[in-house]
């Protein structure tokens, strides 16, 4: 299974856009870049995900590089609530289905 | 709306008891998932199922088994609880057509 590297821990300012980046180096074709959070002491949330184009919807855009061998999460206007740490993750063949969390992207977003 | 549900919010344990997670999704999904975090670890895999009666492994299965009978239900065991499996434990559930995963609330156990 490829593996992620995010950084530990990211500041924004309220109203701004927070730009999360991700490293999947070892991405396989048929896998899929996925991202989710986790506000504290909840199950991780589903954001989006995206196999080599450029994906939106109403919670983020996910952009990644034509290599495919990175990625970024952007919340175009972050709010007190994004608060949480963000997991990037790639999934595997559908045989096996494995979900690997790494450790994460503490994101803190400040008045 | 509920669509992964887990049997406990909270539990407290004593070393040494045989402890079951409950797990039941209701979205037909093929796949489940049992995590542990912890701070500073992050989500570890403990085991994981792609159908009924198939589990693998994940990345720290020792100290644990796994049960799934019914499609809808996957039970995590702990055969002697100890005092190092205090943790946060938390299921999941995808199908198998590349949708993302839905998580339980998480249970918080305690061993005592």
């Known amino acids: 299974d490829a593996k992620t590297t995010q950084p530990t821990s990211m500041d924004c300012a309220e109203g701004r856009a927070a730009n999360l980046p991700c490293n999947h180096s070892?991405?396989?074709?048929?896998?899929?870049v996925y991202w989710y959070r986790q506000i504290h002491s909840q199950g991780p949330q589903y954001i989006i995900h995206?196999?080599?184009n450029n994906e939106t919807n109403e919670m983020a855009s996910l952009i990644i590089t034509e290599d495919r061998k990175s990625s970024t999460l952007i919340l175009p206007h972050a709010t007190l609530r994004d608060t949480a740490v963000y997991y990037c993750?790639?999934?595997?063949?559908?045989?096996?289905?494995?979900?690997?969390f790494g450790q994460g992207t503490t994101l803190q977003v400040k008045p | 709306d509920v669509k992964v549900t887990q049997s406990s919010r909270y539990l407290v344990k004593r070393t040494g008891e045989k402890v079951f997670l409950e797990c039941v999704q209701d979205?037909?999904?093929?796949?489940m998932f049992w995590y542990r975090q912890d701070p500073g670890l992050g989500l570890r895999l403990i085991y994981f199922?792609?159908?009924?009666?198939?589990?693998e492994k994940g990345d720290i299965p020792e100290g644990y088994s796994v049960s799934r009978e019914k499609k809808e239900r996957f039970s995590l065991i702990l055969e002697s609880a100890s005092t190092n499996q205090t943790s946060m434990y938390l299921c999941?559930?995808?199908?198998?057509?590349?949708?993302?995963?839905?998580f339980g609330q998480g249970t918080r156990l305690t061993v005592v």
């Open positions: 199922s792609y159908d009924v009666k198939m589990k």
């Open positions: 979205m037909d999904h093929e796949n």
């Open positions: 995206g196999l080599k």
């Open positions: 070892t991405i396989s074709g048929n896998e899929y």
């Open positions: 999941a559930s995808t199908s198998d057509r590349g949708t993302e995963a839905f």
């Open positions: 993750i790639v999934r595997g063949p559908w045989e096996t289905g494995k979900l690997i």
